[in-house]
Every structure is written in structure tokens, then in C-alpha cells.
């Protein structure tokens, strides 16, 4: 495991956290790992929190390609990007040093605002209305124009942020074997004047997805990428595609996606 010994933590830095990590530096140490402070030097980053850190922890490395991502848990609560626990420390250790581990890699998209550099998302890419009145998006599939939206706004999720924003409205849960990505609506009006498909669709990993303010007035919606807000004004166009980046992390046995999935909702 030598070309997988070094080891970043992305952790809240508090007095209470770190006596809580301790155990876990001193055993990551004495099985020949090299915890590092700076995650460039790292190939194995882990997150100690939940979901939302977890996405923290992969946007503040930048996407990192050459790096495995593993999240830890320290509540009870289960963790979709978390296999781990903070008291099963030890198994993880065991299992990476006995290379008992398999990779799995999640898709991630791609959202470029105003023809402008991309913007990575493992959970989604959101554009909302910031003001009471509605917004009104054209959506474009490839060449084809779609439709015309008109409501609260649009959520484009990737297959593992499926079970994010996209399941509170209503979005399938979607096998992250699956190289794709969906668009849910965030209430939309439809009625004899404004016709919108009304239900989520799923495009494959080969579309190309435009999503274009129409000018009525409205034009400062919110983008939100994962738990972030961009400060973008003027949101002309989001482009959406799949990504040839992926998030690559450790699957423990008897551990796949459906199970996490049983885990945290049934
Ligand atoms: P948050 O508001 O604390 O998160 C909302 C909940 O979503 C948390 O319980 C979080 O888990 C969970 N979560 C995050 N990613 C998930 C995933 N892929 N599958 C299942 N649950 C997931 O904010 P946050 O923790 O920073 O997470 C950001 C995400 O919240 C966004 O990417 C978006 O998907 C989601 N969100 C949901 C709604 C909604 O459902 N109405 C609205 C806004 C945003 P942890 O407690 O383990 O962090
Ligand atoms: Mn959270």
C-alpha cells in the first residue's frame, strides 16, 4: 500500500474534535500511514462528518482524480458518502492495508454559467428564483428545444445526489452505476397558459443539458453546486453535461449503494 500511505484528514478543527481524532491519527500512524497537512500531498483524503462534509472535503481538494475520498461518521445517523464510523476505525485500516477493498466511482457533472469555466458537482447543480415571483427557464436537450419552465426552478442531479435535494422533490433514487443525470422541477406552474412535462426525466451521460434565463425580469436566480452558492449575477445560461472526472471511494463488502440507500430511508 505504499502508493496509497498518505493520508489528509478534512475535519471542523476544534479543541473537542481533535481529542476525539486522536485515537484515529495514532492508529493510521502505527499501521504505517503518513498523515499529511496539506491534501496535495495526500492519495487517500478522508471526511470526519456527515454527507455534507463529505462534499466539503471532495470541492475544497478540487475533484482530485488521483486521490481515493472515504467519509467517516461520528453521530449515529447514517451517511450516504460514509461507510465508516469513527468506532470502526480499525476495520478500515485492516481493510486497506490487506488491499480488501474495491473502488467505486460516482459520476460527477459538469456546470458551465455563461459559457464560462465548469463548475463540479457530485450532489447537483440547483437554479432557483431569489425573489417571490417565479422564473422562467427554456430547457434545451442537445438541439431540441424542450420546453419552457416556469416556476421556482430546476435541479440537475447526478446519480449519487439523487437521494440529496432531487428525493425531497420527488426525483427517482438512481443506481449510481448508471451514467447519468436528472432534472427535477421545483414546482412548477402548469395550467392552460404554461405546460411543463410536470414529472423528472433522466438523460443519459451522452446529452447535453441548457438551461436559459428567459428575460421577464428575473434574471438573478441562485445557482446553487452541491452546498454552495455561487456568486454569479446576470445568469444567462447553465450548461449541464456528465463530467469526465468521477469520485473514486472505498467500498467496504456487503456495502453497495442500495444498501447505504435501505440503510438511510427504509
Ligand atoms: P444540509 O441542509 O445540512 O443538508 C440536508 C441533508 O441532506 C443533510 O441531512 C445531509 O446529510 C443530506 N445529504 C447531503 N447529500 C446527500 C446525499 N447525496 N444523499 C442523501 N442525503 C444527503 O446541507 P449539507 O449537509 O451541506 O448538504 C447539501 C445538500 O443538501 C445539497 O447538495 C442538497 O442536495 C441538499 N439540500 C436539500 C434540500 C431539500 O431536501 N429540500 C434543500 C437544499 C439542499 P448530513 O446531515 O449527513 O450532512
Ligand atoms: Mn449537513
Known sequence: MTNRSNLFFYYKHSVEHEEQLQPLFNLAKEN??????????ANIIVSVGGDGMFLQAVRKTGFRQDCLYMGITVNEHASLYCDFHLSNFNEMVRSMLHD??????????EARIN??????????????????????????????????????????STPTGSTAYNKSTKGAVVDPKIPCFQVTELASLNNNR?????????????????????????????????????????????????????????????????????????
Open 194 to 266: 404554461f405546460r411543463t412535462l410536470g414529472s423528472s426525466f433522466i438523460l443519459s451521460g451522452e446529452r447535453k443539458l441548457y438551461l436559459q434565463t428567459v428575460d421577464d425580469g428575473n434574471d438573478h436566480p441562485i445557482i446553487g453546486i452541491d452546498n454552495e452558492a455561487l456568486p454569479i449575477r446576470n445568469i444567462e445560461e447553465v450548461a449541464v453535461k456528465l463530467s469526465d472526472c468521477v469520485i473514486k471511494t472505498v467500498k467496504l463488502k456487503n456495502n453497495s449503494y442500495w444498501d447505504r440507500v435501505k440503510r438511510t430511508f427504509l
Open 100 to 109: 480488501d477493498i474495491e473502488v467505486r466511482k460516482f459520476p460527477v457533472i
Open 32 to 41: 504505517g500511514f503518513h498523515l499529511v497537512d496539506n491534501h496535495e500531498q
Open 115 to 156: 459559457k464560462t469555466m465548469p463548475f463540479y458537482c457530485l450532489n447537483e447543480v440547483s437554479i432557483r428564483s431569489s425573489i417571490i415571483k417565479t422564473i422562467t427557464l427554456d430547457v434545451f436537450i442537445d438541439d431540441l428545444y424542450f420546453e419552457r419552465f416556469r416556476g421556482d426552478g430546476l435541479i440537475v
